[in-house]
């Protein structure tokens, strides 16, 4: 009979089923992720954010799966025709594939040749031939001609009879089993250009004659020749033989068929007629059905992977080094339109804007360079965040001459992502905060408060716009967004919220909160003033004591009545706090951050029936360092003076650069040009990498070698390690990228550097 599900996944997972038991209970009880991998660790015994999400999704999968399993045997019973070993083999579909398979002969389905051929009668012709083909086909057809029924002569019951045979072929499961896997395991995906559209689809050139294993077809790569597909520009096919391969012999997909209905060339009366219906089996129904399964099996498994590739890189970024409360002046980069500005106080606050107009086609230099100056002394400002938009590297010199005129103000200038700036200008959420800002200045705000705190400001942006995915238009949305909100999610409560200062869209994130509760939040605090403890969020509308359970360990008040709620260790936890406290005579102000004192207090001494172990040292760590954040120290990379486009490039350079994007075949680097490089998977580092994120993370700064550039395709391919000579490169010319100051956004650029060849050469560093 049926596993249950939780032993099913406890098997997937390789954890014990008593854990997977007590998870899916807080699941089914509301308990959020970053919930219960924090602070229910005895129940789950220890089980983290990764394996409980993995557990969530295949939770939802397999309880699918089971209602699709109790439709199918009740249609089936209704049919009259469940039979034991049916069931038996219903029960052990351990997947929707097979499942299917199984119903495939009983589902309702519309009036195919094979039922009309049953029902004038020609079941029996069939089945006498299969059944002995020493038999002259046309001699026993002659038997079934009814022109009542519809079969006029011999080769109208013949045709129905090989209906009904191919259809019977068609709808054994564990036949399509078998052709399904030996295809999925030994074909291969081709694709070639639709005549006169080889100019039109130039980009998707490596894939004009282009195949390879389908089982082995790395994701970017699937995703490239299905774009290729739906823009008109290619055909996909799948092989499953050669080419030269005469079209009168049997393949081995027609011989598996054959085989398991005992159809054999013996020369007898009935086996041609018999072979020719397993090839028009094969060829006119099992073989299309699979290759469009295959084919949406291929980009499903392409789908998840460049989800998962999305998500990674949407982690590191999130967790990115945030500059901290310092004044910040933003810069938007601008030539026609101008430069927007934008100061913000430490908290985020927006005190000043302007519109400067430095460059082309003003070239107003002395009177730009006098506004920023006075909006930098008039707001001690103590950073200059610069979008690395178009103009990006001109606007770095004019902030750059701000610095050397103004030393006392001890400014630094950093150039960040401007992804989704624009996306959050013209958004809602920025209406609401700056209902009077001029849409263009709003994203100059962002700018400077995403250097401040990336995850604060990033938050309000829909992550499929931040810029660091690939072919997220192509992949499924669905999956896409879920899996995203989950990295988000995961991020924001990895580092908690100071409560009295978040905004409604960052609140919005924290466990067992929405946009609603967040809202409440965010009103309360603006009629009533700060939080002054944890538990005065219970006075929020419509927030209850089980919201509060998941939502207040993740939520900080900074200054409050209790020290505790500052840190995350959770009010339910308090009492471990204060039994500390009552055993060694000192207050909490005098515990917290006292690491000599914490590291003398045993675990141990502490537990009891609720609160074990691991709790408890999380609690002690916790006091240990209070808030303490898991993202890491704030560092910048330093552009190359002189180095502002790519024909001030020259092989042999050794830069500095900020990792904007890590795929499956390498990282992209941002060395202040306005093209991307990119360090192949072969070049990330002098031993062996299976996965570029082992070694770079998005937001991350490296030194990188320049190895070679195509000024005219505007390539340019680096290296980590600096020890490579350059003209070892690629075979192409060099990594793909497109300009930022014109053509494609650098995403869509990024996304073109994985198609075909180009990928595939960098694979293959020469000489190596």
Known sequence: MLKSIASRLAAELAVREAQVTATINLIDEGATVPFIARYRKEVTGGLDDTQLRQL?????????????????????????????????????????????????????????????????????????????????????????????????????ALDGARAILIERF????????????????????????????????????????HREPLKTTPSHRAL??????????????????????????????????????????????????????????????????????LVSKLKDAADAEAIKVFAANLHDLLLAAPAGPRATIGLDPGLRTGVKVAVVDNTGKLLDTATIYPHEPRRDWERSLATLAALCTRHKVQLIAIG??????????????????????????????????????????????????????????SIARRLQDPLAELVKIDPKSIGVGQY?????????????????????????????????????????????LAANIVAHRD????????????????????????????????????????????????PVVEQIVSNTGRAVKQIIGDPVFIKSLRASDYTDERFGLPTVMDILRELEKPGRDPRPAFETATFQDG??????????????????NVANFGAFVDIGIHQDGLVHISALASKFVDDPRTVVKA???????????????????????????????????????????GGKPRQQAQQDAGNGAMAAAFAKLRGR
């Open 224 to 293: 490239a020749l299905l774009r290729g597909r739906n823009e008109g520009i290619l055909s996909v096919a799948l092989k499953y033989q050669p080419d030269e391969t005469p079209v009168t012999q049997r393949s081995a997909y027609e011989e598996l068929i054959a085989a398991q209905f005992g159809i054999k060339d013996a020369g007898r009366a009935a086996d041609k007629w018999l072979l020719d219906g397993v090839r028009l089996c094969w060829r006119a129904k099992i073989f299309l059905s699979l290759e469009l399964e």
């Open 388 to 445: 690395n938009g178009t103009a990006s590297r001109e606007t770095d010199k004019l902030a750059q001459d701000v610095i050397k005129a103004f030393p006392q103000l001890g400014m630094a200038k950093i150039v960040v992502s401007e992804a989704g700036a624009s996306v959050y200008s013209a958004s809602e959420l920025a209406a609401r905060e700056f209902p009077d800002l001029d849409v263009s200045l709003r994203g100059a705000v």
């Open 56 to 156: 969530a999704e295949r939770l939802t999968y397999l309880r699918e799966l089971d209602d699709r399993r109790v439709t199918i045997l009740k249609s089936i019973t209704e049919q009259d025709k469940l039979t034991p070993q049916l069931e038996a083999a219903i029960y052990g579909a351990d997947n929707k594939t097979v499942l299917e398979d199984l119903y495939l002969p009983y589902k309702p389905k519309r009036r195919t040749k094979a039922m009309i051929a049953r029902e004038a009668g020609l079941a029996p012709l069939a089945d006498s031939l299969l059944t002995d083909p020493t038999q002259q086909p046309e001699t026993l057809a002659a038997g079934f001609i009814d022109a009542d029924k519809g079969v006029a002569d011999t080769k109208a």
């Open 527 to 574: 009629a009533n003033g700060a939080f002054k403890s944890r538990r005065e969020l219970l006075k929020v509308s419509r927030l209850g004591e089980k919201t509060f359970e998941q939502a207040a360990g993740f939520l900080r008040i900074s200054n409050g009545d209790n020290p505790l709620d500052a840190s995350s260790v959770h009010p339910e936890a308090y």
């Open 170 to 209: 068609a709808e054994d499961a564990a036949l399509l089993g078998r052709l399904r896997d030996k295809l999925w395991s030994e074909a291969e995906i081709a694709a070639a250009v639709i005549a006169g559209k080889e100019q039109e689809g130039a980009k998707f050139a490596d894939y004009f004659a």
């Open 643 to 660: 180095v502002e486009d790519i024909k001030d490039l020259t092989p042999g350079m050794v830069l500095e650069g900020v990792v904007t």
């Open 472 to 516: 997220q238009h192509d992949v499924n949305q669905s999956q896409l967004a879920r899996s995203l909100d989950a990295v988000v999610e995961d991020c924001v409560n990895a580092v908690g919220v100071d409560v009295n200062m978040a905004s409604v869209p960052l609140l919005t994130r924290i466990s067992g909160l929405n946009s609603t």
């Open 699 to 741: 937001g991350q700064v490296v030194k990188v070698k320049v190895l070679e550039v195509d000024v005219g395709r505007k390539r340019i391919a680096l290296t980590m390690r600096l020890s490579d000579e350059p003209g070892t490169g690629s075979r192409s010319s060099a990594g793909r990228s497109e300009p930022r100051t």
